[in-house]
């Protein structure tokens, strides 16, 4: 045996010895015998001591045995790896080697060799023999005994493979705690979804039992503003007074993991190593070590961002505690959808509503019955582009035959533009001293409307024409409306009468113009709101004051009557709108002095 | 490795704490050469014997091969356990003298 061969390395949890002796009975004596005291070291039993000593003298004795002269030169090897459950041998000899037999039998017993395998195969668990040119290596194992005594290095392997455990064991205690306490939060948020809870005090709760879970010391939520053109911020944890956050928006040049995490759709880690950077808006509320900023989304749509900072920066986000973040704010981010869609729903039940009181108010407004002014005769339409238009008009018998006609456009849909209107007429009809003085009329509702009008930033737009059967004439006055269209017989083409001072609610002191038109036999005047002559075809062609003037001729020249004169007026504009909807109010009141 | 002959035809060996393939050459050569001193019984003292290999136990075969040939015989006199054991499992015990 070489002096300096024995070496002892540590590998894994095993223990590995190796041995070379020169090819001799003593030399395998000894390297043997070394064999076992560095076996008993390891803490082997007497017994597993003998048998192991007993296989390796057998295995080596054969391996000098049947070497040749040259194979003499060469050394027999023995390297023996201790572990925890077993020790494994390998007799490494230079022999020719032999065919290892398929069955160890035992010879006669009055044999007095070739016990040596027999032995070999008896004392170990598992045999194995490779035979290669010029080196043959036989692999022995046997398993340790169960209740071996212990040395002190197996004891150190024990007690790190506990800690290993112990440790593992924690995490998944823990790992398991959060995931219950996930689980029961989410459980009790469920509760909530579809519920029109204040959604900045659920996202308050929710975002702090997710930096409790979490071990989070700051967070920032924030929601992507109506216009989906900046991030605002909905919620700053701890919620100091002293902090506040900027909107950002999504386009700029500021640098900012919120926008890169929305933009990339990708969380951002920030930290040590990575801090944010100085313009980030960030900054200024969250003084981290580490943190990670997750963007949300729903149907694809950009949601928010949220945000968690930790103090300590040598304690990262675990995967465990970023995949907590993506549970809680993805359940978040589907109660501020829903919430979203309840309040959209709630508004368009409102409006609806509104609707319905505003269209009631509109039809208590119109005329139920046109009254006779012979020789005028009268029709009226009133169509909305909308379910509730500002147009209205009026028609107001007065003392001795005579009609006041009112017609107007009350900027704006919907309830208001409605209550505007019922004042107006309340307003008109509270003045019948004023009827046969149509500007002065206009003058005195607007100086007594001006006020509410100026308010709201709303104006009116009317014509009123105080049509006297008498005189067969007509007197108007405009508060910025349609002129009056008049046709009469003897004339070439219908025209445009009368001029027009300001809106209603535009200047408080202002006059009105009067214009009198007679209104011979067979005549037709027209009065109507711009949704008749602003009506537009397939092509976006306006059909303008002059197509509005060919109508009414066409229209005129082929009736007698208004009402047919109106229904073949109001079907040559649904020929030129062809499919095209409704864009504005259509009202008109068609006079007839019918022959 | 003492080998005292007695009158009674028993050759005593003593000492011997190892028979194996290192030193069961000298062991045959000395006792074979003793067995022309009328002995009939080669007596190992097993008390000490420590360790035996397959070629310590072929060195014994052949020893005791020649002593039955005289009607003579191999006793090993309180072998160690596991001594005992190798000698039960290769079924020794059938053929030589064990004394506990």
Known sequence: ?595 | MNLVADSDGTLRVTGLDRLSASNCGDFKQLVLLRLAENVRVVELECAHLRFIDSDGLGTLITIHKRLVTCSGRVRLKQPLPVVRQLLRLLRFDEIFEIIP
Request: with cysteine; charged share 20%.
């Open chain 1, 1 to 595: 045996m070489n002096d300096h061969a024995p070496s002892a390395v540590r590998r894994e949890f095993r223990t590995l010895l190796r041995l070379e002796a020169v090819c001799e009975f003593s030399a395998v004596r000894a390297a043997t015998l070394a064999v076992r005291d560095w076996l008993a070291g390891k803490g082997l039993p007497e017994a597993d001591l003998g048998a192991w000593e007993l296989a390796l003298v057998e295995a080596a004795n054969n391996a000098v045995k049947y070497a040749g002269a040259e194979a003499r030169q060469r050394p027999v090897t023995i390297e023996i790896s201790c572990g925890e459950r077993d020790v494994e041998a390998r007799i490494i000899d230079h022999t020719a080697g032999f065919d290892w037999p398929t069955e160890v039998d035992l010879p006669d017993v009055d044999s007095e060799s070739g016990r040596g395998l027999f032995l070999i195969k008896s004392l170990v668990d598992q045999v194995t023999y490779l035979r290669h040119a010029g080196e043959n290596v036989l692999v022995l194992r046997r398993a340790r005994p169960v209740s071996g005594g212990e040395i002190l290095p197996d004891v150190c392997q024990l007690q790190n493979h506990l800690a290993e455990v112990e440790t593992a064991l924690t995490d998944m205690t823990a790992e398991l705690a959060s995931s219950y306490e996930s689980l029961v939060a989410l459980f009790r948020y469920s509760s909530e979804l579809g519920a029109h809870t204040d959604l900045k005090d659920f996202s308050h709760r929710l975002l702090k039992d997710l930096m409790q879970i979490a071990e989070a010391d700051c967070a920032v939520l924030r929601l992507i503003s109506h216009d989906g053109k900046k991030l605002e911020t909905l919620l700053v944890l701890p919620g100091e007074a002293n902090k506040s956050l900027p909107s950002v928006a999504l386009v700029g040049a500021v640098a900012s993991v919120e926008i890169g995490a929305a933009r990339d759709r990708e969380d951002i880690w920030f930290g040590p190593e990575e801090p944010l950077g100085p313009d980030d808006p960030l900054c200024a509320v969250m003084p981290v070590g580490n943190g990670i900023c997750h963007a949300f989304y729903v149907a694809n749509q950009l949601v928010g961002t949220a945000t968690l900072g930790r103090l300590m920066a040598d304690k990262s986000f675990t995967a465990a505690q970023v995949n907590l973040l993506h549970t809680f704010i993805d359940f978040l981010a589907i109660q501020i959808v829903n919430a979203r869609l309840l309040d959209e729903r709630t508004v368009a039940r409102v409006t609806q509503r509104e609707l319905q009181i505003a269209a009631d108010i509109q039809r208590s407004l119109l005329p139920s019955k046109i009254p006779s002014c012979m020789p005028f005769e009268l029709a009226a339409a009133c169509q909305s582009a909308l379910q509730v238009g500002g147009d209205f008009f009026d028609i107001i018998p007065a003392s001795d035959g005579v009609l006041l006609l009112v017609i107007a456009d009350v900027m704006g849909k919907g309830v208001p533009a409605a209550l505007f209107a019922a004042v107006l007429r309340s307003t008109i009809r509270s003045m019948p001293q004023l009827f046969d003085q149509p500007g002065e009329l206009l003058a005195t509702a607007n100086r007594t409307l001006f006020p509410d009008l100026s308010r709201v930033d709303m104006f009116v737009t009317a014509q009123i024409a105080f049509l006297n059967p008498h005189q067969q004439k007509i007197i108007t006055a405009s508060a910025g409306h349609c002129p009056l269209l008049v046709w009469r017989r003897d004339a070439p083409a219908a025209v445009a009468l009368g001029q027009s001072g300001f809106p209603l609610g535009i200047e408080p002191l202002t006059r009105y113009a009067q214009t009198e038109t007679p209104l011979p036999p067979g005549a037709a005047a027209l009065l109507y709101t711009d949704g008749l002559s602003e009506s537009r075809n397939a092509a976006g062609e306006m059909l303008g004051e002059k197509g509005l003037l060919r109508i009414l001729a066409w229209a005129a020249a082929q009736t007698s009557d208004p009402q047919t004169g109106k229904h073949y007026l109001l079907a040559r504009l649904a020929d030129y709108c062809g499919h095209e909807p409704l864009t504005d109010d259509q009202t008109l009141i068609l006079i007839r002095h019918v022959v």
